[in-house]
């Protein structure tokens, strides 16, 4: 494994520079990783950024002086986690992670606080944020915006692995037909009860951007809780529709997929790399009838007003951790406010670019008051709109849901990951 853990080094490096696991980045270093050794290296990655504080908690208890070079300290988050999560036997986890030290002084550095930790053995912080290895003001946001429970099983969440669902592109192909096809190749999948067009991948095949059907555009990979959009947006053939922050596409498309492309989309993005990929999606899964337009939606401008407008703001996009494992020990608390004030300028928008009678669905796949409650309460206020009580809805779906008086926070079980939705109405 040490190739492989060579290049887990350089990725870590390489985002303690960046701030972030960029999409060039994931996809550079797996490319030149062996298919065979995939998931080792995954785990292994995706495990140091998501476990970051709880590892540095324990390296630092050996540590005289805390500032060492950072290779040398994410050799040792390396080390810990494999002995701590992963079931690699100790001997050769610490020769393997003492032959990535180059400098000699370090080397003797390395071999001694891992031997020490395995006579010590593992000690278990008491402050929450290091337990769940996110930022202090992360806590803090999460603490005044969750109650016990539901604060207890996101930041759990945030520290399991991500699973992987798709939605199979039903306007090519039964749910069914597509798992038993898949099956054959040597993948694993379970239907999930709702949404209905949802598969869980239990075992993959090969990998998922080299398959076929991904190819010919048989399914998009896209998170559960995200698959929900189409259902709550009252849509109906003919409308026009609009989705305001479109890229990389996954709701849209699966709009025009829902409606059998018996619609009018136009799809919006600020970044032209987003919008080309919901152009290069919507090709993939031979959708044809999205319009694409390069702009910031805050400039754009039509006559003719949108009968649904789907608002997948930008936001801290806190339930994505578990997938961006350097989201949690990032944010600070100013992000939750620039955050808020961008939501509102786009929220006010929609509500100028629908019909009366038309309804905006805003989602945000973060679970801060200050970009859900607080947002849709003052643009409510506002603009004198009315909410549509979406936890009946989400309830006869089956689907576990928090009703804020506003709108409703989708809780991180079945599968699904905390995400916020609300449905405003413009009235007459």
């Not at 797996?30 to 995939?38: A, E, F, G, I, Q």
């Not at 009860?193 to 090969?206: I, N, S």
């Amino acid at each position: 494994m040490r190739n492989v853990e060579r290049i887990a080094l350089k990725v870590l490096n390489e985002v303690e520079k960046r701030g972030m696991m960029d999409k060039s980045l994931k996809e550079g270093a797996l490319s030149v990783v062996d298919r065979k050794d995939r998931a080792f290296f995954k785990e292994l990655v995706w495990g140091v950024l998501r476990k970051r504080r709880y590892l540095d908690f324990q390296i630092d208890r050996f540590l005289r002086r805390r500032k060492i070079p950072i290779p040398v300290r994410n050799i040792l988050r390396m080390g810990m986690y494999e002995l701590i999560f992963m079931d690699i036997p100790d001997y050769a986890v610490v020769n393997e992670i003492v032959d990535l030290v180059k400098v000699k002084n370090f080397r003797s550095l390395v071999n001694a606080i891992l031997r020490r930790f395995l006579r010590e053995g593992e000690l278990k912080p008491k402050d929450p944020a290091v337990i769940y290895s996110v930022s202090d003001d992360l806590y803090d946001v999460l603490k005044e915006s969750l109650d016990g429970e539901i604060l207890e099983k996101t930041l759990k969440f945030l520290n399991e692995r991500a699973k992987i669902f798709l939605r199979v592109n039903t306007t090519r192909m039964e749910v069914n037909e597509f798992v038993r096809r898949m099956e054959r190749k040597g993948w694993k999948l379970r239907i999930c009860d709702f949404p209905r067009e949802c598969v869980e991948v239990l075992k993959l095949g090969e990998w998922i951007g080299e398959s076929e059907e991904f190819e010919e555009g048989l399914f998009y990979v896209q998170d559960k809780s995200s698959q929900l959009a189409p259902y709550l947006m009252d849509l109906k053939m003919g409308q026009r529709i609009l989705d305001m922050c479109s890229g990389p596409g996954g709701k849209a498309t699966h709009i025009a997929q829902f409606l059998n492309c018996q619609c009018e989309i136009t799809t919006l993005d600020i970044s032209k790399e987003k919008l080309e990929l919901v152009k290069e999606n919507s090709n993939r899964l031979r959708l044809n009838c999205l319009n694409f337009m390069n702009l910031d939606v805050r400039e754009y401008s039509d006559d003719s007003k949108f009968d649904r407008i789907l608002l997948d703001a930008p936001c801290t996009s806190i339930a994505t951790g578990n997938k961006n494992p350097e989201v949690p020990l990032r944010l600070r608390r100013d992000d939750f406010e620039r955050m808020a004030r961008i939501q509102k300028d786009l929220l006010k928008k929609a509500v100028e670019l629908l019909r009366d009678g038309g309804k905006i669905l805003y989602s945000v796949c973060t679970v801060s008051k200050y970009e859900t409650t607080n947002v849709i309460k003052e643009v409510m206020r506002d603009e004198g709109l009315e909410s549509m009580n979406l936890s009946k809805v989400l309830n006869g779906f089956g689907v576990k849901n928090r009703w804020d008086g506003y709108g409703s926070l989708i809780l991180p079980e079945d599968g699904y990951s905390p995400m916020y939705y609300a449905v405003l109405v413009k009235g007459q």
